[in-house]
């Protein structure tokens, strides 16, 4: 028929419960129009209807249309699953007035019986053109909106349009939630502006933080206090009116790259975290953490992008502290540790070619604190990487005699089984920071008895690839997941394998690349067909007295 073409597109399936909708109409058929398919959507969710009709469409005439469209109308009036009744009958009382309470308490009485018996809510309407009274009207549709809030329950309230003017329509329209009106042939139903200030404000309440809400085209919708704030902004037109403007005018950018201030496209695209920079008139040079989230608050509404803003500017002196207290505690702790092996070196002087479970002990206490001296440096490593004031003291050396100086302390204090499978007698000349290079093979050795169960067997080779010398560790360990190969060598990375199972920090094998490239020279890992790990260590060749080290790089 018609009358369905004009109303196939409004949703009224997804009113949530406790939705309170108004409807302007200029006739019994736009009337019918509307009505008509709210109710039959109820049916169809078994829910109970009720629909209260008046002029221009009494329930008798109701009644007839409805059975057009709806041929089991009979038996679902025999059953009460819908009721259509006169406005007197349940409006007005025995003075023809209005009793708000009465028809309250009425509505209550009708929940309560639908879902005793069996269905899942109460979908009323009712026409009002018979109200004489537009003030008494607005007091009961206020309570209304109150009371059913929080029912199984859902109301239309449909409205003549004649001799109604702007102000009639924009208070009763605002006494609602959701308002259902007809532009261009076609029913739209629309948040109404007390329903988006209802939402506004609870999602405001939510954010202790600050919050800025734009659209899909970028124009600013609402912010936070906290927002504004942040911004020096009394009100919202302060930020300006959409994020271009915004993004100009507090000179925001991205320090990832990863979404544009001033492309919304960028922003609206997905849900994603960004760092961006910002200049506030209030509190001058802000650093922000953004979560940038879609939001939809019902199938209704537009769906919207919220900007929530962390302050983390602070972070800035606490990062400096943390980097401070790092460089002072290392340094401090490098004379405790040089007295300690001042003192096993007296001891193992005492001791000297002597088997006893003290020169064990000894050995035991080399090892262990060989590996916090690695620890130390690597910790000395980072403050300076960061600050850019590490260098590369480098002279020429033998590659493969540093390799045997750093495996001499595992030799002794490890119960692994070490494998050279280089020729002793074969150099690989080098120029190099000799303190650094041994920084790197410490890690390496460490890791490969770290993670080798006693007993295994670890495998020392070099090779030599174009200027490269290449040096193999190799270990029947716990292995790497292919996935991981690159990132263990990440700042704080720990691999799946090593968590919560084995100490460390995720520092050794970073800092161990960063320095293995400054010298020229790369650090990669690779998995050991057999099982376990390989770790490649490249660094140049000494050739004809030149190397490819870059001098540059190595001064620091």
Known sequence: MGQQESTALIPFENLPKGSHVCHFYRNARELSDAVIPYLRTGLVQNERCIWVCSEPLGAKAATDMFKENLPELAHLLGTEQIKI????????????????????????????????????????????????????????????????????????????????????????????????????????????????????????????????????????????????EFFGCTNLAGLGSNIREFARRFQIRSLTGRVRPDTPNSITSRDVDDYWKAISPAYGDLDLLVNIKTAKPNTVMPELYLLVFHDITGLRTLETIRENFLQVMSHELRNPIQTLKALLDLIEAYVAGRDTPLSKYTRLAESCLYRITALVEDLLSIGQMEHDSLTINAIPADF???????????????????????????????????????????????????????????????????????????????????????????????????????????????????LARMHGGDLWAETRPQGGTVIKFSLPILINGACELDQTTADG
């Open 85 to 228: 009744v006169s406005h007197d009958e349940l409006y007005l009382d025995l003075h023809r007035r209005l009793d708000t309470n009465a028809i309250l308490s009425r509505w209550g009485s009708e929940i309560y019986n639908s879902i005793v018996a069996g269905y899942s809510g109460l979908r009323i309407t009712g026409n009002l053109s018979w109200a004489k009274s537009r003030q008494a009207i607005l007091d009961y549709e206020e309570r209304f909106c109150a009371f059913s809030l929080q029912t199984p329950m859902i109301a239309l309230c449909s409205y003549p349009l004649q001799d109604m003017n702007v102000a009639d329509i924009v208070e009763i329209s605002y006494v609602h939630q959701f308002v259902l009106a007809m532009r261009n042939s076609t029913w739209e139903l629309m948040p109404s502006a007390r329903y988006r200030d209802l939402m506004w404000q609870s999602l405001l309440d939510t954010f202790s933080k600050g919050m800025l809400a734009i659209n899909a085209s970028g124009n600013i919708i609402t912010a936070s206090n906290m927002c504004l």
């Open 400 to 514: 493969k005699e540093l390799l045997i100086e750093s495996l001499e302390p595992y030799l002794t204090g490890s119960q692994h089984v070490f494998v050279c499978r280089f020729d002793e007698e074969a150099g690989f000349p080098v120029v190099v920071d000799p303190v650094r290079i041994h920084q790197i093979l410490a890690n390496l050795l460490n890791n490969a008895v770290k993670y080798t169960p006693q007993g295994k067997r670890i495998w020392l080779d070099f090779s030599v690839l174009s200027k490269y010398a290449i040096l193999s560790i190799a270990d029947e360990g716990i292995g790497i997941p292919p996935a991981e190969l690159d990132r263990i060598f990440d700042r704080f990375y720990r691999g799946k394998n090593t968590r919560g199972k084995f100490d460390g920090i995720g520092l050794g094998l970073y800092v161990s690349r960063c």
